[in-house]
Structures are given as structure tokens and as C-alpha cells.
């Protein structure tokens, strides 16, 4: 059974810290193995990825076969049903019009000092999106990680999807094409990451690496960042509902086991000011569980990580919210526009009755690559920025450099950089 | 003697290759070191951290000293010269003014299918502030860090500044008094990135780390990394300056020395279409470099790392600095605000002949943490996005929710994700 807390017990505190402090993923150490993985990707290329795929996904390729032809391609796109495409295709106008909307402007300007300023912002050259094998091969997630890098205005999208045993997801695939990825290889694990970043004979490196994995794959990012850039590590996915009265208990249920069916470790929250929907919430869950294909997925995960929270006011409930800055946030209640100013961390918003989270998942037009395990207290879910950068612009004319120039030559001999000042008092004859 | 490279030399790829791949960092392997130390500090807290900085900074401090008074910091800053002080402020204003409009706006909006759509963009509650001891302890470098959190909206921001043997840098505090640094803490190292990253008795734990550090705080910054945020990992730093023959041989020597002067890792480069320029400005640098009192740095910097690269014309200027992507580009041509647009792949630009990369560093506004080693392909400088993070915002109605529903369903049907179908079936009683 899911925990019961509530806010105006004496235990809740340290009931709410071991909750909010959970581990819900088992830690495997697999750094030196991947390392080593890295070390012969960048050595050896090509032939390392032959070996560690005929090793770990039991495939044998030649180093031509490393990358999907255009006809495979093509024959999976023809092979999806025209439904499923149309379902694709609406996603990813969607996503790429929400996308649109995020492109900074450059901008350029002089100050009243007579100093140009400004800044230009330009897309990273070449990207690399893994997409994991076996469950978690999503062709949702194909569009979601390259829609906003193509918004970007990114050249190159290379994509890396492991096929053990030479199982293809024709989805995966039809996706990739719907969503313009320019090449694809049949490359997993650890290795995909180093040929991603290091490149191979066959595979051009990449300037930034973005998409989930386990934990090999998230060992890899982390060992290659700094040569490449990667997106945030992602973690085990959540929801927490904020819920009151006005509240159908059905639909919240049914929210709850749409996170919890993803994964054991996924997590599921109720928040609500309401004793009664807690315990409607809770025997729908237990009802609407029986039905469900994933049942031995979302079972533990509600039993284990599931939590039903009663609190005094919404006021508490936006505070344990922000307390636990969930990947995703559905608040249930009338008129919830009003409250988002109360949403200090979180992923993703969804707003009322009519907002269940697996809108947001598909073709809301919202990205479902959202900050994990607390972390969107300091970061933001996939967007457009991640795949451009910032360039500032400084520009003086004589006059403002005469101007600005005693400060800096102060602040540079107090530094004890010298060269510094001398770069400037050169300038002006001092 | 630096490299002298013509791009029309038979051999030039080959030797740019050499110098862009060039390892400038001797990589310590600290990574164990680290991550008991990290261990220590999560477990023992204050305890762990008063022992490390006795035996790495041979000071011995007590928990109530482990932070500066508000004494202390207030009696560093009197004891600052007017001057210093001055150049500080003016310094922190321009700086300030410049991030501030690197703010961007929340949005909600109703697309034409009725879907309401958004994002919301809040501070970052705490940051920690990392600020080396020894040579590279720089008031500037405090004033680049705290400004854009501050702008950002950042409420906390905790400062890490090792004092060897209780040496104290007193213009540092100075600086951290001007930008608003709401603690101060006399610890350095991994151990420091520890007590920020998990918290210890005394000090309460961030949600973000920023700043530069040697080799056991980048390793300890990417340890953390995923427990809190963190910068990038900078590296040594790097110039690349774009001249003509309408600049000053003694001018580009000057700034050629001041990227030198920082460390013997340090890179300068210079890329002109002018054979006369390059002959005149090595000449110069050998000439000021006699001069300088940080000839031992500047010195094998130049002559291991420098280089003079002769091109044809602008076009392959800009071709070859993309593909260095560096952190400093001066433009040191007549109307240079005309290239912007060449540049793809750099930290920050600098327009034309009066402005020294010097002036960026200390006072113009724009910020000096700018991405090192090439990273500029992939990463921006420091500014107010790395203190903010983007909750997105989705909203339906019953019709719009009608009008999603089947590709939604379709998707989650394609994906084997059953109750994501449900969460959406079930409102419309389908």
C-alpha cells in the first residue's frame, strides 16, 4: 500500500523528508566498465563497436551495416499504419510550432556610456540522440528530442538505437524520418556514446549527446561531458496531483497508474485538501489496477513509491509541491490558471480537469523531457536553448574606452595581471 | 617559438590539426581522492570539513569559523582603497545592467486549437559560489559569478574561498560585499564542493554550484553533478585575434601577452591576412614580454602554446577560428561589427581596435566565465539562464482534449502504454 500522510500529524516532517529523500533507483557501479568501453571506442573505432554490439546485443554488423540504409528506412516508415503516421506527424507540428516561440532573439545596442553590447545566439553544429532499446523505445521521445534541436536550426541529427538480436522498432524509425534525423545507427550502451563523441570511421562526432539510457549509457554522458555536451542524467519518472474537492477521483486514479505503469521506480503522488477524495483516489487506483495490462509494473510502483498526502489548505499543498519539485505537476482544481504563480519547482504544469499528463507526453506541444528526481529545482526541461549557444558582443569606441579604461587598469593591477592593464593604458598613449 | 602556420602550405592541415587537438591540461587522476573525500564531508559533515582544511590549507578552523563575520567582510572592504572600491562598483553596475536583459518572459497563450500553452521561468533558490585560492583568487571573477544570480532573482548565494595558512584575500571580500554574497565561507576544495552540494551542520546545502577550480574541484563538481547543478568545467584559458594590416602590431602583442600572463597553459592566437602583421607582431611580443613582471607565465605560454597563422583572406579567418571555437575572439579589423555574422563557434567577440579583451574582463558588462577548450561548440558563458529554470505550462479544455484525444490514444497504444491511453479515454467516457 502507498503511504498515508498528513500535514497536521506530528510525524509528517520526518515522514515527508524520508519520502522526499527515497532512493528510488539502484545504484550500479559501472563507471570502470564504461570507461573502459570509451577507451576502446576512441582507440579503435569502428571495430569496437563491432565487438561490443556482437558482445552486448548479440548482433553482428560490418562496419557498413552500422547505419540504417535510407530504403530500411523508407520500408518502416510504409509499414506504420497511416494512423499511427498522422498521430506522429500532428505530434510533431505540435512540438515544433510550441518550439518555435522559444528562439531568442540576437541583439546589439550602445549603452549610454558609448559601449556596443550585445549578443548572438547560434545553433550547436551536429547533435546525437540516443533512443534506449527494449521497453523504453519510445518514438514519442524520437520526436521530442529532435524537434527542438531542428527548431534550433542543429545541421546534423545523428541518432543511435540499439536493436538486440536485430530487433527494429519500425516506429522508432518512421519517427526519426517524420522528424528529420539525418542518419541512424543500429549502435547501443557505452559504445554509442563514444562513437557520439569521439566519432569513428563510419560516424562523425557530435557536439552534444541528449537522450535517456541506463545506467551504462548514463555513466558514458557523464564521463564524456566536457568533450561534449549532454543533457541532464534522467531518472525514474513522477507525477504529483494537486487535487481538491472539485476533483474526479477516476481520472486522478488513472493519472496516478499512467506514471506509476512506466517503470517500478516511477513515482506517484496525490496532494489534496480533501479526506474523502484521498480515499476514493485510493480504492479507484486499487480498482482500475486489476484492469491493467502493466499491472506488475504499476503495482509495486504505487505499493513502494506511491504516496496520498492530505493537507490543511492549497497553500500546503503548493509547499510540499515545491518541496519535492516534481517532474510533472497536474493540478486537479477549477480555475487552475490562477495558481501557477504558487509553482515555484517543477517540471511541467498541467492545468485542470482536462489536462491529464499523457496529453503533455504526446502532442500537447509541451516537451516530455522534464528535470527528474528533484532536479527541477535547478533545471529546466529539454527546449530550444539546449541546442543553441550564446555568443556576447563587447565593442568600444576610443572615447568609451578612455572612459572605462581607470577602472579596469585598477582592477587588473589588483589582480596583479599587468599584461591586463598594459592591453588597455597601450591603447590610450599612457 | 610559437607555431607560425600559412594555410597555404601543403602541410597545413596537419599541423592545425596538431594545435587544435593540442592537450594544454596535464590531467591529474583525482577522481578516488575525490570521491572519498566527498563521502567524508556527506557523512561527517563539519567535522569532515574542519579536518581537510587542516590538513590541505593548514589552517584550523571550528565550526563557528568555518563562515567570516560580518566583521570580518566589513572591515576587508574598509580596508579596500576608495579607488579599488570605485572600480568595483562601476564594474558590479555595468555588469548588472548588461544580464538584465538577458531576463526572459513568462508566456501563456491559446493556441487555435484551443490548447492553452506556456512557460513560466523562477530562480534558482540557493547558490554556492566557488572562488579559488592562491594566484587565481579574483575580486573580478566574484563580481562575473554573483551578478547574474542576483539578476536572476537567486535568494541565496553562499560563497567557498580557501585561505591557505589563514591568508585572506581581502579585495575578494570586498567584491563579495559589493555583489551581495549572503555568506562567506573559508573552505576550498573538493571538500567545499561537498559542504555546498550536501550540506554539513553549518552550512546549508545549494542547488546549484558555479565557478572555477583546480582539478580536485572540477572532479568533485562532476561528482556532484546530478545532486545539484553545476557550470561547465573550465579549462586554461584562450585567445584568438582576427587582424588585418589596418591594426597595431603593439596593440595585438599586448593582448596576445595579457591571455599569456594567466598561466603557462594559456593559448594566443593569431590569425591575419597580413605577413607584415604577423612578422611585427611576433617581434613585438618578444619586445613586451622582456618587460613583464609574469614573463615566467606568459613566457612558455607563448612559445609552447602561441601560434601566428597566415591565411588568405578573411573568409578562411573565420573558418579557422569556428573550428577552434574560442573562448575570447577579437576582431581586430576596421568596421567589425559588419563579421558578427561570420562567427559561429565563440565565447564572446570583441569589435575592433579599441577594445581589448581587458575590457571584457573586468568592466564592459558582458561576463568573463566563457567556455573554454573549444567548448563554445555546444555551451554558452555564464548569464542569467544558468540561475533560471523553465516550467512548461499545458492546458485543456473538454474540446481540445476532444480534438488530441485519438493521437493521443494512438501514441500510447503504439508505445504499449495502456493506462496513458486510459488517463485520456476516461474523461471523455470513451
Redesign the interface.
Known amino acids: 500500500m502507498p503511504q498515508r500522510l498528513r500535514t497536521f500529524d506530528a510525524d509528517f516532517e520526518n515522514k515527508f523528508d524520508l519520502l522526499l529523500n527515497a532512493k528510488r533507483e539502484s545504484s550500479v557501479e559501472v563507471s570502470d566498465a564504461v570507461a573502459d568501453i570509451l577507451h576502446h571506442v576512441q582507440q579503435r573505432g569502428d571495430d569496437a563497436l563491432i565487438e561490443f554490439t556482437a558482445k552486448f546485443d548479440d548482433l553482428q554488423l560490418t562496419p557498413e551495416g552500422l547505419a540504417f540504409d535510407q530504403d530500411e528506412i523508407d520500408q518502416a516508415y510504409l509499414d506504420t499504419p497511416d ?2 503516421i ?3 506527424k ?2 510533431y507540428k505540435r512540438i515544433t ?2 518550439h518555435q ?2 528562439l ?1 532573439k540576437d ?2 545596442f550602445e ?1 549610454e556610456q558609448g ?6 545566439w ?1 545553433a ?2 551536429a547533435v546525437g540522440i540516443y533512443v534506449p532499446g527494449g521497453l523504453a523505445s ?3 521521445s524520437v520526436l521530442m528530442n529532435t524537434a527542438p534541436a531542428r527548431v534550433a536550426g542543429v545541421e546534423r541529427v545523428a541518432m543511435m538505437v540499439p536493436t538486440p538480436g536485430g530487433k527494429v522498432n519500425q ?1 522508432v524509425l518512421a519517427a526519426a524520418k517524420i522528424a528529420g534525423v539525418d542518419e541512424i545507427y543500429r549502435v547501443g550502451g557505452a559504445q554509442a556514446i563514444g562513437a557520439l563523441a569521439f566519432g569513428t570511421e563510419s560516424i562523425a562526432p557530435v ?2 549527446i541528449v537522450g535517456p539510457g541506463n545506467a551504462f549509457v548514463a555513466a558514458a554522458k ?1 564521463q564524456v ?2 568533450k ?2 549532454i543533457d ?2 534522467a531518472g525514474p519518472s513522477e507525477v504529483l496531483v494537486i487535487a481538491d474537492d472539485s476533483a ?1 477521483p ?2 486522478i486514479a ?2 496516478l ?2 506514471q ?3 517503470d517500478t521506480a516511477a513515482q506517484s503522488i496525490l496532494v489534496t485538501t480533501s479526506p474523502k477524495l484521498a480515499d476514493d483516489v485510493m480504492a479507484e487506483v486499487e480498482r ?1 489496477l486489476d484492469l ?3 499491472k506488475h509494473l ?1 503495482g509495486p510502483s504505487w505499493a513502494d513509491y506511491g504516496a496520498v498526502i492530505e493537507v490543511n489548505d492549497l497553500d500546503e499543498a503548493f509547499n510540499i509541491s515545491n518541496r519535492m519539485a516534481p517532474e510533472h505537476l497536474e493540478l486537479s482544481l477549477d480555475n ?2 490562477q495558481y ?2 504558487k ?25 516530455h523531457v ?2 527528474t ?1 528533484r ?7 529539454l ?1 530550444v ?1 539546449d541546442f543553441i ?10 572615447s ?2 578612455s572612459a ?1 579604461a ?3 587598469i ?3 593591477e ?11 593604458s ?2 590610450l598613449n599612457l
Open positions: 494512423e499511427l498522422d498521430a506522429l500532428h505530434a510550432a510550441y516561440r522559444q531568442p541583439e546589439l549603452d559601449v556596443t553590447l550585445g549578443s548572438k547560434n550547436v553544429d519510445y518514438p514519442s516506429t557536439n552534444k557523464r561531458y566536457g561534449v555536451g541532464m542524467i474526479n477516476a481520472w488513472a493519472d497508474l499512467a506509476a505503469e512506466h482500475q491493467l495490462p502493466k504499476a487552475a490558471q501557477i504563480d509553482v515555484r519547482h517543477a517540471g511541467a504544469i498541467f492545468l485542470g480537469h482536462h489536462t491529464p499528463e499523457a496529453i503533455g507526453d504526446y502532442i500537447g506541444g509541451t516537451n522534464l528535470p528526481a532536479s527541477a529545482r535547478y533545471a529546466s526541461g527546449n536553448h549557444k550564446r555568443i556576447s558582443i563587447l565593442g568600444c569606441t576610443p568609451s574606452l572605462l581607470p577602472d579596469a585598477a582592477l587588473a589588483a589582480e596583479d595581471l599587468q599584461a591586463h592593464g598594459r592591453s588597455v597601450i591603447r
